[in-house]
């Protein structure tokens, strides 16, 4: 899916989403923060904070608003790192799930 912006009201419409996907991280990461208890009791599986960070990230690549060098840098990670990643299943199936949270996020306040 292609996000296409109005360029007479871009910088608007960039600033209104970059809110929204900044308010979704924080959302996402205070949730894995607390998985992380589940984790220390054995009740789930671990993954790296970074590696989860990128995965958010990893969103706004599909939404073609960052590149994957900037992922990294936002990520704390290499750029090789990521590039690692993004051929495992497991992780991009962690930022589809991801970008479907998003959108459903956004529908929700358009609704």
């Known amino acids: ?41 054995g009740t789930c599986v671990a993954i790296p904070f970074d590696k989860y960070l990128a995965s958010l990230w990893m969103v706004l690549r599909i939404m073609q608003l960052l590149d994957e060098q900037e992922i990294a840098k936002k990520s704390g990670v290499s750029y ?9 299943k497991s992780f991009n199936d962690l930022v589809t799930a991801h970008y479907r949270e998003l959108l459903q996020d956004i529908i929700d306040l358009l609704a």
């Open 1 to 41: 899916m292609r996000v296409e912006i109005n360029t007479s009201q871009k910088a608007t419409k960039l600033a209104q989403l970059e809110n929204i996907f900044q308010g979704f991280i924080e959302d996402k990461m205070s949730l894995f923060k607390a998985s992380q208890e589940q984790v220390a009791e």
């Open 80 to 88: 090789e790192s990521l590039c690692a990643w993004k051929q495992e």
